[in-house]
Structures are given as structure tokens and as C-alpha cells.
């Protein structure tokens, strides 16, 4: 529950988290049973994010129904054989809804994560590589993106574009991007000060050279992680804005609007509140195991009981 | 005479069913002074650790602890938590790290002095100054009122000894109490060890991994290796050349590299020598 | 006390940037007030009068200034909307967002420490584990979707409590009024508590593997006594840290909880100026809510160095 409310996004909170960020559940005593097993989180995270992509690859093609298609079904029935996920007050099919708005989120955390990897990264090398003075601007410069909530930074620039998709993969990626940047710019940082880097430089390797040979594989998977939470702080942010009617607007399905829509008529029939929210567990949640999988899998400090 | 403190076939298993001491045995008496030695992973730290019901989680203890004739591996955990710090207390190997940061030493000190002989205010901070010049922690009221990292190794491991002995105890454990200090500064709280338990008639177990350390402060010994004791002699016996080839493999290398008595004419053997010397003959020391 | 005065030194450059910024992007970007005001179909003519009359035919920079000079002032303008003076219109919000907010923060602070010290105590035990499990779904629940599903089930279902409104009186009936905000406030702080349970539990787990806490407890302190004597303050730098950020998810969350249940606050004020382009609203309301995370940023960061002696050393060694 942080990315829609959140004043950083989800992902700030793991950059100053204290130790390593709070862990899985099932995650005890990965330690003892040896390195080559695949961390639980790893499996059910991927398992998570992977339906989520199937049902969204698959809407693009085939729903069981169209969106606009309010003829065969009874208005707000609950699940049915025809209607599985029952009908909204128009007698529109909630499953096909459902299933365009993985589509939705799924370009939302997609976006979103190209946006801020893209800027992140770049200030934080630049940050991280270059001269004093260039490091402590950028660096103030994100300190304070950090600290202005996404919610705000959406609603701001919603004010200025109007409320669409863009607007809020951009809001959802600038913010992002600033903790991107701070992660690049303390691993970057770190990395060429070590020992074999300094010898690397000895040798006569190029700066290039030392940022692909050293510097990318050392920051990829702590990168990797933090983007994947990032994604899945995108879905939540994403859902609270289009809640709030600040998404992008019908045709496009988005979870967050059929579950504003479905407010209204919930004493009725109560699925079309309970199951977008569903969809938005499970796609935030696959999004965050796979982080914390991706973390246990490759961080050999993480210790195997948190 | 009946041992003060007795460990019976102790035996520690981690929850995965392997184990870290196996049928551990050895007694120490009223004012004893017994080193346990071996090399790291021996189990010695261990040893102490269970004598006090502090193993890490996941670990299980059998057999028994003798204090007085009483069991403390059966103890009830409330009844247990008395003996702790009134009874029998402990120094560990790093002194930095063992005390609280954010809390001033002096609080630290009158912690136990409070929860154990019900001192509070001005009466618990006489003690604990008496208790600081006890352990030769001159400037005492500088260093009560500052935090632990504010202090040297030396004074930090006094401050350490200061807390073990606050509440007068029967038994002192010190593991590895020297070993995260500078060499000058080691040789300092070895003769302020000595001193202690000359003072208060505290019986001690030295644990470590060094065997010229033990040779300074203790009189028995326990030798140990993969979780068992190898030899319970006296460390003269054991200088004398132990029974067990192991013992006497571990006083061959001593010998080596330091200046373990008995020895060749390596440097510091004079000093540990006269160290030995100072000490007292067993029978003025039991009391 | 001086690095008190630099804090705070450098509290007022943020609040001055951010206030830059937020002023230089609702005017920079593609979109104009005056256009966004009028709508469709206007006429250049009324165009340009609307931009003389709101000074925005004037440079960034001078508005800017004189922008700045009015709130420094207490004025904050008028709004395109309502044409009600934006300080009042904040100013009668504020007895429904304040007490949702802080109330919500409270409670989740209250919850979540001791949840989240049991649940590192046992961390291997039925509850550690469940508290975890609970926790790392509830960071995945949006917090509207909680509030939606508390009013399905408390309040049309069991009727107990209202789904929504907040009294016309105000708090001229308290009773009333606290009963309005019942469901929001358990449903941010739920929403917070999730967050919280992991921070505190991964701070105690750290407490737990340090050795004072060991010397304390071989010293005669039983295992609960040993972590509040030792663990609590330790624990509490790591956490302290998070707790400005907190406070803002809870002034945030109560922004799009306000919507969920229809309390006319500031959240509902904000959503209604984003949508209606209300341009001196959204800015004082954006700024407002930004200020208050960089305060609550900047009192965190003095609170650290109240508890943790090491941070007021390093400042006199520097």
C-alpha cells in the first residue's frame, strides 16, 4: 500500500532502508539449502508477473467480449458462466475489462521504468563519474525530487497536460528516476574507487572501458531490483490516479477507474470493486517478489534469514 | 572438595542436527582459575556461552551445569536470569561492540547494580565510581559520563570488567578478553584480570586461543578440539609437556612464535615468566 | 546548535527550489492558466485580457516575485474557480485533513512498533512469520481498495459506521464527526501500518544480532527487558528516519482517502482544482504539502541527532 500514497515512491524507502529491505516470508533458511536453489519470492514473483503479462499480451487480441458490448448480459450481475467476473451497470463484461487493464498496467510499470532507468541512470553516472561540483548539484537536485511525493508531481503535471497515460508514466518515471539516480550514483561511485579498478585505469583501459567492464556488471542487479519495485510502486500509482480520475481517460481500462466505477453499485454486485483491486494485489505483489527474489538471488550479503 | 562450578558432558546441537560441543567435562573450583584453550571453531566460546543459557537461537544445550550443585541448563528462565550477572558473569572478545553506543557507560554500569542489589541514584553512582577505580579507570567521572566509543579498547574492556563484576559474582567467564586489543594495551588488562581475581576471590575461566595469555592468569586447563576436550590438566603439567599430543602440539607452536616458559630464549619469555611467578601458590589461593 | 541553524538554513533553500519549481512548471510547460481558465472557444481579445489581469503577460521571474511576496504576506491568491480568496478555502478544509491525518499516523505508529518488535523476536516463530507474510502483501494493496472494501463490509453491510460525508455542522457535533472519520483514518493507517511493521521489524532484527544486547542479558536481564533497555533507542535511529516520510504517506494517503469517502478536505479541494485547472489552488495546495514533507524532513533529521549522541560528535569533529 505505498506507491499511491507515497511521498517517495516504494522504492526510496529500500534505498535508506535500515539492512537490507524487509524480506520475504517464506524466505528462511534459504541459506542452508545452498545457493543453486531459486529463492521462493524469485519463483512466486515471476509466476505473478508472468500471468499478469499473459493476460495482457492475450488482451490485445482476443477478450471474451468487447470492451463497448453491452448487449448480451443483464446489467450488474454477479459471475456467471458467460460473464465469469460478472457486468458492470452498463452490462458490460468484467473479465474483458479486467484482462485490457493488465494490458494498462503493464505498459504503466513498462513506461514507467524506461522513463526513470533511462534518466536515473544517466544523472547518476554523471553524478557518480564526473567532478565534485556536478555531483553535489545533481545530487541536492534528487534529494529533492526524492522528497516531493509522486502523487503531487502527478497531479501537477496533470494540471499542466491534462489527465492522460503519459502524464502519469511521466509523473510515475521522473520520480523514479530519482532514486535510480541515487543508487547508480552510490554504486557507481563505489565501484571506481575499488582496488581493480584504479589497476584497470593502470593499465591503460579507457573510461569506457571501466563503466562496461566493471561498472555495469557490478550496479546491474541492484538496478534490476530497484526497477522492479519501482514497476510495481508504477501499478499502484498508477491505479490512484486513474482512482481519482486523473488516468488516462475511457476507452482506456484501467483498474483503478472500474473499481471507481464499481463503487457506486457495490451493494449490488460487489465483485466489480473486489476483483480490480485483486488484480492490482497481484501484479503490485508479483512485482515486489520478483524484486526481492532478484535481491536474494544475486546479493551474497543478504543474509538467508530476513 | 565439591567443584563451585561443574560442566558434565555438555553437548550443543544446532538445528540442523550437527554438533558444536560434544560431551564437554571439566570442573573449576571456589577462586580457580581455569584457561580453555584450542583454536577457532574448537567450541570453547561456545562452552562459555552455554554456561550462561546464551546460546544463539537454534541451538540446544544437554547435559548439565553444575553451580553449587544446582543445574542451570534446567533452570526455570526467571531463576536463571538471577544467577546471570549475580552469579556468574561474563566479558566478551570485543568490547566496542558489547556495550550499548547510544547509552553513557556509567548508566551502563549501575544497570546491574540496580537490578540485581536494588541500587538506585546517588548510592548506585558511588558504586559504579567505586567499581571504575576498581579497575584502574582513572579520570572516573569523565568516563562514566561518556559513551562507549568515545573511550580506548583498554578502557572499554575495563568498563566491561567493571560491569561482569558489579554484582559480585562467583564466576567470572572472559572470553577472548584481550584479543581484540592492541599488544601493550593486552598486557594491561591480563595483570588488571589478574589483579581482579586475586581481589575479589572471582572464579575465573579464561577463554582463548592463546596459550602464553593462559600460561600469565590461569593454573588449569582445558584443551579443546572439534567440540571435545582433548586434555583437563594444570598448566604447569601441560608446559611440563601434556599428555595428549595435541596439547603439546599446540604448546610446540606457542613456544615458536612467543615466549612461553620452558621455552627457548624467544622475546617476552622473562616477562611471562615473572608473571607466573607473581602469581600465588594454589593453596593461599583457595579460600 | 549550529548544525540546527544549517538544517534549518537548508530546509528554507529547499522550500525556496521546490517553490521554483512548482511555479516555473505550471507556467513553463505546454497549457496556458488563462486558456485553461476560459475553455474552448474563446476569443484572443478575452485571452489577453484574463493574462493582464492575472499578471501573466508579465516575465516568469517577476511574477515569481511578486508571487512570492504575496504568500510571505499570507496571501495566496484568488481562486480562478470559486473566486474565494485560496487561504480561506485551505483554511476550512484543514479541521477535517489535520485530524484524519495525524490520527492515521498515530495509530499506525502505535500498531506497527510493537507488531513489528514481535514480529522480529520471533521471527522464525507462527507470528513473526505471519506478521511478515501480512505485511508484504499489505505493501501491494492499494490504500483506496482497503477503504472501499471497509465501507462494503462496515458500513453498507453491518451499518456501524457512515460510508462516507462528513456532517454539515462540522464539529459542532463532535460525536458525529469522529464517527465520519473512523473508516478513513483505520484505512491510512492501515495502509501506513504495512509499510512501518517492516521497517521496525528489520531495525529490532538488526538490534537483535548486536552484542550489547547479549552482555546485556549475561548480565541478568531477561530477553524483553534487555531489548527495551538497549534495543528500543537503537532501534529507533533507522526508524525515526522513515517517520517524516510516514507522516507525508499519511497526509497523502488522506488526500485520496478523502475521495473514497467523501470528506470535503483538502485531498477533495486538490482533486477538484487539478480537474477544473484551478491554478493558484493547486499551487498553494502542492507547495503547502510539499512544505510540510521538507519540515517533517528537516525535525527528523534533529530528532536523530537528539537520540543518537554519534551524529552530535561527528558535527563537533567536522
Known amino acids: 500500500m505505498t506507491g499511491e500514497l507515497t511521498t517517495t515512491t516504494p522504492v526510496a524507502r529500500g534505498v535508506d532502508a535500515p539492512a537490507a529491505a524487509p524480506g520475504t516470508p517464506g524466505g528462511s533458511g534459504g541459506r542452508a539449502r545452498g545457493a543453486r536453489r531459486l529463492p521462493p519470492s524469485l519463483v512466486v514473483g515471476a509466476v505473478l508477473v508472468g500471468l499478469v503479462a499473459v493476460v495482457g499480451l492475450v488482451s490485445l487480441v482476443w477478450t471474451p467480449y468487447a470492451l463497448d458490448d453491452t448487449g448480451t448480459g443483464e446489467r450488474l450481475a454477479g459471475p456467471s458462466a458467460a460473464h465469469w467476473g460478472g457486468t458492470d451497470r452498463l452490462g458490460r463484461d468484467l473479465l474483458s475489462q479486467l484482462m485490457t487493464g493488465a494490458g494498462n498496467a503493464l505498459v504503466v510499470a513498462a513506461a514507467s521504468m524506461l522513463v526513470a532507468g533511462v534518466l536515473g541512470v544517466a544523472v547518476g553516472v554523471l ?55 541515487r543508487v547508480t550514483r552510490v554504486n557507481v561511485a563505489r565501484v571506481l574507487r575499488e582496488d581493480y579498478v584504479t589497476a584497470a585505469h593502470a593499465a591503460g583501459t579507457g573510461w569506457w572501458g571501466v563503466v562496461l567492464r566493471h561498472v555495469v556488471p557490478n550496479v546491474w542487479p541492484t538496478l534490476l531490483v530497484q526497477l522492479m519495485l519501482l514497476g510495481g510502486g508504477a501499478v499502484l500509482a498508477e491505479a490512484s490516479l486513474s482512482y481519482l480520475g486523473l488516468g488516462a481517460p475511457p476507452p482506456n481500462a484501467s483498474w483503478g477507474r472500474l473499481l471507481q466505477e464499481a463503487q457506486s453499485t457495490m451493494l449490488v454486485q460487489p465483485w466489480g470493486a473486489i476483483l480490480p483491486g485483486l488484480a492490482i494485489v497481484v501484479a503490485v505483489l508479483g512485482l515486489n517478489l520478483l524484486g526481492d527474489g532478484i535481491r536474494e538471488r544475486t546479493d551474497p550479503n543478504l543474509r538467508g534469514d530476513r | 572438595m565439591s567443584a563451585l562450578l561443574e560442566v558434565q558432558d555438555l553437548t550443543v546441537t544446532t538445528s540442523t542436527g550437527r554438533r558444536i560441543l560434544d560431551g564437554v567435562s571439566w570442573s573449576l ?60 558473569a561474563m566479558v566478551f572478545q570485543e568490547p566496542l561492540t558489547a556495550l550499548d553506543p547510544l547509552m553513557t557507560v556509567g548508566r551502563q554500569i549501575t544497570g546491574p547494580l540496580r537490578l540485581h542489589r536494588g541500587l538506585r541514584g546517588a548510592a548506585a553512582r558511588e558504586e559504579a565510581a567505586r567499581l571504575a577505580r576498581l579497575v584502574h579507570l582513572d579520570d572516573t567521572e569523565r568516563i562514566l559520563g561518556s559513551y562507549p566509543w568515545q573511550l580506548s579498547g583498554g578502557q572499554r574492556q575495563r568498563v566491561a570488567l567493571a560491569m561482569a563484576l558489579a554484582c559480585e559474582p562467583r564466576v567470572l567467564l572472559a572470553d577472548e578478553p584481550t584479543t581484540a586489543l592492541d599488544v601493550t594495551v593486552q598486557a594491561e588488562v591480563l595483570d588488571l584480570l589478574d589483579h581482579l581475581v586475586d581481589r575479589t576471590g572471582v572464579a575465573l575461566v579464561l577463554v582463548t586461543h592463546d596459550l602464553p595469555v593462559v600460561a600469565r592468569v590461569a593454573r588449569d586447563l582445558v584443551v579443546m578440539r572439534d567440540g571435545r576436550v582433548v586434555e583437563h590438566t594444570s598448566v604447569a603439567a601441560a608446559l611440563a609437556g601434556g599428555e595428549a599430543a595435541y596439547t603439546r602440539e599446540l604448546v610446540g607452536a606457542a613456544r615458536a612464535v612467543t615466549g612461553l616458559p620452558g621455552g627457548g630464549p624467544a622475546a617476552g619469555a622473562a616477562g611471562v615468566a615473572a608473571a607466573a611467578a607473581r602469581r600465588p601458590a594454589p593453596e593461599e589461593e583457595t579460600r | 546548535m549550529r548544525a540546527a541553524l544549517l538544517r534549518i538554513g537548508a530546509l528554507l533553500i529547499s522550500l525556496v527550489l521546490a517553490s521554483v519549481v512548482v511555479f516555473v512548471v505550471l507556467r513553463l510547460l505546454p497549457g496556458d492558466a488563462a486558456g485553461a481558465t476560459l475553455g474552448v472557444g474563446t476569443t484572443t481579445d478575452q485571452l489577453d485580457q484574463l493574462r493582464s489581469e492575472l499578471g501573466t503577460d508579465q516575465p516568469v521571474v517577476t511574477q515569481y516575485v511578486q508571487w512570492l511576496g504575496q504568500v510571505v504576506r499570507g496571501d495566496l491568491g484568488t481562486s480562478f474557480v470559486s473566486r474565494l480568496a485560496v487561504a480561506d478555502l485551505i483554511t476550512q478544509k484543514l479541521p477535517i485533513t489535520v485530524p484524519l491525518s495525524l490520527s492515521a499516523f498515530v495509530l499506525a505508529v502505535l500498531v506497527s512498533v510493537p507488531l513489528g518488535v514481535i514480529a522480529a523476536v520471533h521471527r522464525r516463530g507462527p507470528v513473526g512469520v505471519a506478521v511478515s507474510a501480512v ?50 483514518v483505520v484505512t491510512v493507517a492501515i495502509a501506513m501500518s504495512a509499510v512501518m511493521v517492516r521497517y521496525v521489524r528489520s531495525a529490532t532484527l538488526d538490534v537483535l544480532d548486536q552484542d550489547y544486547l547479549r552482555t546485556a542479558r549475561s548480565l541478568g536481564y531477561g530477553r524483553w527487558h534487555a531489548l527495551a533497555r538497549h534495543g528500543l533507542r537503537n532501534a529507533a535511529v533507522p526508524v525515526v528516519s522513515i517517520l517524516g516520510i510516514e507522516l507525508a504517506t499519511s497526509l497523502l494517503g488522506a488526500v485520496v482517502i478523502e475521495n473514497v469517502f467523501a470528506l470535503p478536505g483538502l485531498g477533495t479541494l486538490l482533486l477538484d482544482s487539478v480537474t477544473s485547472r484551478d491554478l493558484p489552488v493547486v499551487q498553494a495546495l502542492v507547495l503547502g504539502l510539499t512544505a510540510v514533507v521538507l519540515i517533517m524532513n528537516a525535525l527528523v533529521d534533529l530528532g536523530q541527532r537528539a537520540i543518537d549522541p554519534r551524529l552530535r560528535a561527528k558535527e563537533v569533529a567536522a
Open chain 2, 29 to 88: 573450583d571456589a577462586g580457580g582459575r581455569l584457561g580453555v584453550v584450542g583454536e577457532s571453531g574448537s567450541g570453547k566460546s561456545m562452552t562459555a556461552l552455554a554456561v550462561l543459557g546464551l546460546l544463539p537461537d537454534g541451538m540446544r544445550a544437554t547435559g548439565r551445569v553444575l553451580l553449587d550443585g544446582e543445574d542451570l541448563l534446567a533452570l526455570p528462565p526467571r531463576r536463571l536470569a538471577r544467577v546471570r550477572g549475580g552469579q556468574v
Open chain 3, 135 to 184: 505485511s508484504q502483501l499489505g505493501v501491494a494493496v492499494p490504500v483506496f481498495w482497503v477503504g472501499v472494501l471497509l465501507v462494503l463490509v462496515l458500513a453498507l453491510q453491518a451499518r456501524w459506521l457512515p460510508a462516507g460525508g462528513f456532517p454539515r455542522t462540522g464539529w459542532d457535533d463532535p460525536a458525529a464527526a469522529v464517527r465520519s472519520l473512523v473508516l478513513p
Open chain 1, 127 to 181: 553524478a557518480g563519474a564526473t567532478r565534485r561540483w556536478v555531483d553535489v548539484t545533481l545530487l541536492s537536485g534528487v534529494d529533492l525530487l526524492i522528497a516531493f511525493p509522486t502523487l503531487l508531481l502527478a497531479m501537477l503535471i496533470v494540471t499542466v497536460r491534462g489527465a492522460s497515460l503519459s502524464s502519469a508514466i511521466w509523473a510515475i518515471g521522473i520520480s523514479g528516476a530519482a532514486v535510480i539516480a
